[in-house]
């Protein structure tokens, strides 16, 4: 727990289904790492990519992007955020930072083990990532 | 990388900042794992913080004084408040600073139960810590906060229902007693839609023609505006000021304003393509609706008839064009498949083999089904009676689709498949008559949901905000949805939509004017260099345009879904109260270091 607690996940949730299904893992008491942070946000298209590169130099170690996907209410929103979401991609790798430290996925109100398995793998890709920079097997 | 600077707008610029951070301990949900006192300290420390205190329910009365009290008597102008979801008591909290005489707005809750102190029981430092590091996000937020007015617009009070089936008509009827104006546009030459097809309905064994006469009884007695024969040519406009331009058989055009609308346009039903279970070239083959359509004025007898053909074996086959999978099931005209369930043909269906046993008590009939999906409050009970009656059933899967194969002489068929009841023992059914049980396919109003820009699902049915907290609202404001044009559904269930958007629409239109959240896009002039890249990301015609040189929003017709947001250079655009700027100080919070508990006097 203690390598948990020693990273920072910032959760970018929608505040019509992502934001209430922590709000549902939370009400069940599911326990996940303290080393979350949630913010809300109407869609997560409203940022550029520079939002995610300053996130990850102020010392944010992955962030997931809980998205309503496919069921997103907002024509063209989800099309463009996993567009925008890959050019993030190749500028992590100009920058040296592992792709696997941002996931873009689809989560729901409802969706409490989704919700958790994504904290779960986001926690074991950090972990792995610091393994590989420092030259050892996690 | 450059650093964007971090500051209040111009707006609050000369106001000093002066917050108020409120920390509840919801009677020690929160304060049994967070150290309420520690987050206090802590926040103190804030420079932007002029009070800071805990107190044991924050939403109670005197919870709710503290505040109040402290905005008029120290000055404060910003508040936070520590406490459970904001779903839950944000409004509360808005109140009270309204009543406190400042803007509502200026106010911002932290979630430190659901997803704090609720999901990290036993790891109270742990907890301590994201409850400062977020309440110090809040901060920043709302330190970057304008006070806000919600949108107001004039509202119209008269609503435009499109589709003249049952969900239309118990729209309007419910609406026009609500004291609304409402006109109901049809674009058949009578009311009543799909349910003119059918005969008896589930489960109330009512004749439909019934139902449909009722209500467009109804519907002329209470006088409502009813174009029949009627299509929509354009609507322009917002929420509470919609423009209707309505073509006529005559290509006359006539102009309806309208406060809101409500879509129900229905459904199309799957039509088989040719050869599918052999659908098109034998003459044995029909869809569940044409089968329907055959039997209603049958009269009972011994024997059944068809195309001067003596049936014994009838046999009923589901999910023809629902659940397809990729790779076993033809694409539909856009490429994909009909993945979803259309949830109504399995009772349908068993209601259709219940009654024709009715008429026709000789016949062997055989259901052919992936899964039984009867859902409704008493719709297991057509499954149970036909079980009874001697119906067979055979359960095949997506590996084992039923095979047709005709007879050599042309007037029968053969069904072979794979048999999960029977523990994959392979069975030929023979069958002189085969009903294809078709579901419902949305029907084709791309001239509406390219002119209103309406969100669609994958299954290219409408597609509501959310499921279960905004089930008849699209994100499109003022415009509701009404039965099957959402998705597939009974006479039932369209009905309640319909009394669930009639619901909506009245709440919206009830006074002249329609207050709105401000959270929509807004553009800082000043900034703006009318690069234009913003157009081309806006979806909603209307709510982006240029003039004098630099970008306007309607705020009427903005969404705030933020698209246009991520592609300017200079931040001239941002949605209002979720600015850049703000998020950019929330991870400052969150990252920073220095408001640990170790650095916090016990």
């Known amino acids: 727990m203690g390598d948990h607690n020693n990273m920072k996940i910032l959760l970018i949730t929608t505040m019509i289904s992502s ?6 893992v939370g009400q069940a008491h599911l326990h996940y790492s303290p080393g979350t942070y949630i913010i809300r946000v109407p869609d997560p298209v409203v940022f550029p990519e520079s939002f995610y590169m ?17 069921d997103c209410p907002y024509e063209g929103a989800y099309r463009r955020l996993s567009e925008r979401v890959a050019r ?12 696997s430290r941002l996931k873009l996925t689809t989560i729901c109100t409802v969706c409490k083990a989704a919700f958790l398995k994504e904290i779960n793998e986001m926690q074991k890709n950090i972990l792995q990532a610091r393994a590989d920079k420092e030259g050892v097997a996690a | 990388m450059e650093e964007e600077k971090n500051t209040q707008s111009e707006e609050n610029e000369s106001e000093e900042i002066r917050v108020g951070v409120y920390v509840c301990h919801c009677g020690g949900n929160i304060s049994d794992v967070v150290d309420t006192k520690a987050v206090v300290e802590a926040l103190k420390k804030n420079p932007n913080v002029k009070i800071a205190k805990d107190f044991v329910f924050m939403c109670s009365d005197p919870g709710q004084k503290l505040i109040i009290d402290d905005i008029i008597e120290n000055n404060i102008n910003r508040i936070v408040v520590s406490a459970c979801s904001p779903t839950l008591h944000e409004t509360t909290f808005r109140k009270a600073l309204t009543r406190a005489g ?25 907890a301590t810590a994201k409850a400062i590091r977020l309440t110090a996000a809040g901060v920043e937020k709302i330190a970057r906060q304008d006070p806000l007015e919600p949108i107001v617009v004039n509202a119209e009070g008269h609503v435009v229902v499109i589709g003249g089936g049952v969900a239309g008509m118990r729209a309007a009827l419910a609406l026009i007693k609500r004291g609304l104006g409402v006109t109901l546009i049809e674009k058949g030459d009578r009311l009543g839609g799909r349910a003119l097809e059918l005969d008896r309905v589930y489960p109330t064994e009512e004749k439909a023609s019934d139902i449909v006469s009722q209500l467009e009884n109804a519907v002329r007695a209470e006088k409502i505006d009813v174009r029949l024969n009627c299509e929509i040519e354009l609507i322009e406009g917002f929420v509470g000021n919609f423009d209707v331009q ?11 304003r309208a406060g809101a609308i409500v879509l129900a346009t229905g459904f199309d039903h799957y039509q088989p393509y040719e050869g599918e279970f052999g659908y098109g070239k034998s003459p044995i083959v029909v869809t569940l609706p044409e089968f329907n359509k055959l039997i209603a004025d049958m009269p009972q007898s011994d024997k059944f008839t068809y195309k001067g053909k003596d049936i014994k074996n009838l046999a009923f086959i589901h999910c023809v064009g629902s659940r397809q999978m990729e790779g076993v099931h033809q694409p539909q005209a856009d490429g994909r498949v009909n993945d979803y369930c259309s949830r109504v043909c399995c009772t349908a269906t068993l209601h259709t083999i219940n009654k024709t046993l009715d008429k026709f008590p000789n016949l062997n009939i055989f259901d052919l089904y992936k899964d039984i999906r009867t859902y409704g409050h008493g719709h297991e009970d057509y499954y149970e009676k036909a079980s009874k009656r001697g119906v067979t059933f055979f359960r095949y899967t997506d590996d084992s689709i039923p095979e047709y194969a005709p007879s050599s002489n042309g007037s029968g068929a053969t069904l072979t498949m794979k048999d999960v009841l029977t523990w994959n023992e392979e069975v030929s059914i023979p069958a002189d008559m085969i009903v294809l049980a078709t579901g419902m396919v949305p029907r084709d109003i791309s001239n509406l949901v390219g002119m209103l820009k309406l969100p669609t699902g994958t299954d ?21 949805i009404a039965g099957t044009c959402q998705g597939p559904m009974d006479i039932t269930e ?19 004017t329609i207050e709105m959240d401000p959270y929509v896009a807004r553009v800082d002039e000043a900034k703006c260099d009318g690069c234009k890249l913003c157009l081309a990301e806006c979806e909603y015609k ?16 903005c969404v705030g879904c933020g698209a246009c947001v991520a592609v300017c250079p200079p931040r001239a655009i941002n949605i209002a109260g979720w600015t850049l700027d703000q998020f950019d100080g929330m991870i400052d919070a969150i990252s920073m270091e220095e408001l640990e508990p170790a650095t916090v006097p016990a």
Not at chain 1, 88 to 98: H, L, P
Not at chain 2, 102 to 126: C, F, M, T
């Open chain 1, 19 to 24: 934001y209430p299904g922590a709000n549902t």
């Open chain 1, 54 to 70: 300053r996130c990850y130099e102020k010392g944010i170690d992955g962030i997931i992007i809980m998205s309503s996907g496919s």
């Open chain 1, 88 to 99: 993030v991609y190749v500028q992590m790798k100009e920058n040296g930072i592992d792709p």
């Open chain 2, 102 to 126: 400042l803007n509502p707005y200026l106010y911002e809750h932290v979630n430190i139960r659901e997803q704090d102190s609720w999901v990290h029981k036993g790891e109270n430092e742990a």
């Open chain 2, 246 to 256: 309505i073509r006529g058989k005559d290509s006359k055009i006539d102009k309806v």
């Open chain 2, 460 to 480: 290219r049915f409408l597609q509501e905000v959310h499921p279960k907290l905004r089930p008849v609202e699209l994100a499109n404001n003022g415009i509701m």
């Open chain 2, 494 to 512: 369209s009905c309640a939509a319909a009394g669930a958007s009639a619901a909506k629409v009245s709440i919206l239109l009830s006074k002249k």
């Open chain 2, 542 to 557: 209307g709510a982006l345009f240029m003039a004098e040189s630099y970008a306007h929003v309607n705020p009427a017709l």
